[in-house]
């Protein structure tokens, strides 16, 4: 949504769209429990024709509904938070994010078409609803040679604070 918001043409090669059991990690950011079940889309996300993006989005539903709904969207040109809520009443409210450098390595190098040990920055993120339950989680894998991360800093203004915040 920010990036065609700035004017750029933003588009997604859907990889896979299936039921999985998610690693530990992953599960433990939605908050499922061993042998649980959620939905991940893989895609190879590009911006004006070039490729950017390696992504892995997790969303927490494990039903067979929810996941014909999203393999019969489009999700090459859909944003996935619109689909998860106007189809779903999954509203993302708020969100936590990491962001590290990393060597490319492997199939992510493949994929974002770069050498190995290239730098790409790696991202993780969880998506909150109002009740602060964790409903998507993704991995991003971006070309460092081609993307550019923007936030802003605020103080927290709560007496004895002195984190920062950003959005």
Request: one cysteine or more; hydrophobic letters at 40%; aromatic letters at 6%.
């Amino acid at each position: 949504e920010d990036m065609t918001s700035h004017g750029h043409s933003v588009s997604s090669t859907v990889l896979s769209v299936d039921l999985i059991e998610p690693v530990e990690h992953v599960r433990e950011v939605l908050g499922l429990q061993p042998g649980s079940s959620c939905i991940e889309i893989v895609r190879l996300r590009a911006v004006n024709g070039e490729v950017v993006a390696f992504t892995r989005s997790y969303v927490n539903r494990a039903d067979s509904l929810s996941l014909e709904h999203l393999k019969a969207t489009d999700l090459s040109t859909v944003s996935l938070y619109r689909i998860l809520e106007g189809a779903f009443g999954l509203r993302i409210e708020a969100g936590h994010r990491s962001i590290e450098a990393k060597g490319a390595h492997g199939m992510i190098a493949k994929m974002l078409e770069v050498n190995p040990g290239d730098p790409v920055l790696y991202i993780e993120s969880a998506g909150f609803d109002h009740s602060g339950m964790v409903v998507e989680c993704f991995q991003a894998w971006q070309r460092a040679d081609r993307m550019r991360i923007e936030m802003d800093v605020v103080r927290d203004n709560r007496v004895g604070s002195g984190y920062l915040t950003h959005g």
